[in-house]
């Protein structure tokens, strides 16, 4: 039985939706995780990551953002306070994220296609004036997603948990940017085929925990679940762990700038 550590970088994990937050950070170390990116996506959250990653200092590393599910729930001036509180906090981040679109119709019927786009191209904004990298959402949105990053000149992203059309991965790919493996890489025909057709080189792995994964068996994830990441991409590709896990966490560290 292989009982190896790797070094591993879960790039995207809603930590302040956690309860026992510290028994999740306890757990991530001990699967080998040495940096987690703790994404925001309004006022409160964004509050809470901060604290969370001063409380875990060079291991917690927050992420600030406007998720398009929060939308529906803000008027304008309230979106306008979240944008000056990323601002004012721009510095302390190694990202602008949960930041998208989502076009499922349960989000736009709170928050229209144009609602959505204004706010992600004002974070989009952000990221391009202060060269931070952006964590995309981009549910059943993946082109209109991919043209507002590239047209933002936005220079580093990552399309979180991606499903979308192969055309945009290989315009994602050619331009740069990152997708995210989940453990949904486990068995989601769309995402292991966007796994299969991503070069490691172009690859981060995430739990986007606490989210719930599954199909027989459902589980509510924590940043521990990195480990079904790395074995359903090493799985997908033919490839040994230790690889995925060292080029994974290289290309993490790199395009958030960590210290890990």
């Not at 039985?1 to 070094?7: I, L």
């Not at 309230?78 to 302390?92: K, S």
């Not at 209109?144 to 590239?150: A, I, Q």
């Amino acid at each position: 039985m292989n009982t190896e550590v790797y070094r591993l970088v879960d790039s995207h994990a809603h930590l302040d939706e956690i309860e026992d937050i510290e028994r999740a950070i306890l757990d991530a170390k001990q699967v080998g995780i040495v940096a987690l990116i703790a994404v925001g996506q309004d006022y409160e959250s964004n509050l809470k990551v901060l604290e969370l990653s001063e409380k875990y200092e060079s291991f917690v590393y927050p992420a600030l953002g406007l998720h398009p599910w929060s939308l529906g729930n803000m008027d304008a001036a309230q979106i306008a306070l979240n944008l000056r509180h990323v601002e004012d906090n721009i510095e302390r981040v190694v990202a602008i994220g949960e930041v998208g679109l989502d076009y499922h119709k349960r989000v736009r019927a709170v928050a229209d296609k144009e609602r959505q786009r204004e706010a992600f191209k004002a974070m989009l904004d952000l990221a391009r004036r202060y060269d931070k990298p952006v964590s995309v959402h981009s549910r059943y949105s993946w082109k209109d997603s991919f043209d507002l990053v590239k047209e933002s000149a936005v220079e580093k992203a990552v399309f979180h948990w991606y499903t979308g059309f192969s055309s945009v991965l290989r315009e994602i790919i050619t331009e740069g940017y990152f997708i995210s493996a989940t453990p949904a890489g486990e068995y989601h025909d769309e995402h292991r085929r966007a796994i299969k057709e991503t070069p490691l080189e172009s690859l981060l792995l995430e739990t986007d925990s606490p989210v719930s994964y599954g199909r027989e068996t459902r589980y509510e994830s924590r940043p521990s679940d990195i480990i079904r990441s790395l074995k359903a991409v090493a799985q997908i590709k033919g490839l040994e762990e230790s690889i995925v896990a060292q080029r994974t966490t290289s290309n993490a560290i790199r395009l958030f700038g960590l210290t890990a």
